[in-house]
């Protein structure tokens, strides 16, 4: 593992975190806080948490299970699952997409054939499903406006449309990262939840970001939940990490608390911006 492959290092940079923090929430506790938000709520929940966060994605289908919901995941999440399943890598069984409690998005795109009505030769306004025509020729113009790689998730029984949910969110926990908000138009929920598990806006660039996000949530009446744990090592870690490493040199980035990292007898050196350290 890491720590003995870098024994003895000439130096070790390492993150500080959640030096200083008296608790650092688990991921059970997360868990636990989506299962409690999802129990309290009758109307719809949007989730979101970054996308290829394996573990968050388990506590979410979990925590929806036990509230008798079912977890609606985008496209991309579902290849990644497909494939680390058929390389035997899939580190969750729950995340399987056998799973019966778990279902695939098929959002608005291009010209949004699942979604809206069209007019036909005859100059009628049909869905598609109410178009008569060759199957295949249906199938070929609805398919058109999705990748290839996502096709395949078209005609499985668990893959879902916006419109085939929205009469009915309550029934569902639907992930909804930040670049696809405009889903939500979709969805038109009618007030619910929209729990936040990730990690808060640390520069203006991510506030900013936010005031976007509660914008779109106070347009569709839907409250702000957070419930979030650090990927971060904790302080134990930490000391575990240097104390078996033994590096010559010590440099403490991302912290807020560079003097605690002075408790080892090694060169430590506070970091300074725009200047130059010799290993």
Do not use: C
């Not at 070929?140 to 096709?151: A, R």
Request: proline share 5%; glycine share 4%.
């Amino acid at each position: 593992n890491f720590i003995d492959k870098a024994s003895q290092a000439d130096a070790l940079i390492t993150e500080g975190t959640n030096v200083g923090k008296k608790h650092i929430p688990t991921e059970e506790e997360v868990e636990d806080e989506l299962e409690e938000f999802m129990k309290n709520e009758d109307d719809s929940v949007f989730i979101n948490f970054p996308p290829l966060d394996l573990e968050r994605l388990r506590s979410a289908v979990l925590a929806a299970e036990e509230t008798g919901r079912k977890m609606v995941i985008r496209t991309k999440q579902a290849l990644l699952l497909q494939k680390l399943e058929e390389e035997d890598l899939l580190p969750f069984p729950e995340l399987s997409l056998s799973n019966d409690n778990i279902e695939i998005l098929m959002p608005q795109k291009g010209w949004g054939t699942l979604m809206h009505e069209m007019k036909t030769p005859e100059g009628e306004w049909k869905s598609i499903d109410e178009i008569d025509g060759e199957e295949k020729d249906l199938e070929k113009l609805t398919k058109g406006d999705y990748h290839k790689w996502e096709k395949q998730f078209m005609d499985r029984d668990d893959s879902v449309a916006p419109k085939d949910i929205r009469g009915e969110l309550g029934s569902y926990v639907v992930y909804m990262d930040y670049y696809k908000l405009k889903d939500l138009i979709d969805f038109d929920p009618e007030g619910g939840s929209f729990i936040w598990s990730r990690t808060e806006p640390f520069n203006v660039s991510m506030e900013l970001d936010q005031k976007r996000v509660q914008n779109w949530l106070e347009h569709f009446n839907l409250d702000m939940r957070k419930a979030h744990a650090s990927g971060h090592i904790s302080q134990p870690e930490i000391r575990q990490m240097v104390e078996e490493i033994n590096p010559e040199k010590l440099f403490a980035i991302h912290t807020e608390e560079p003097e605690w990292f002075r408790r080892f007898a090694l060169d430590a050196p506070e970091i300074e911006a725009n200047k130059l350290y010799k290993v």
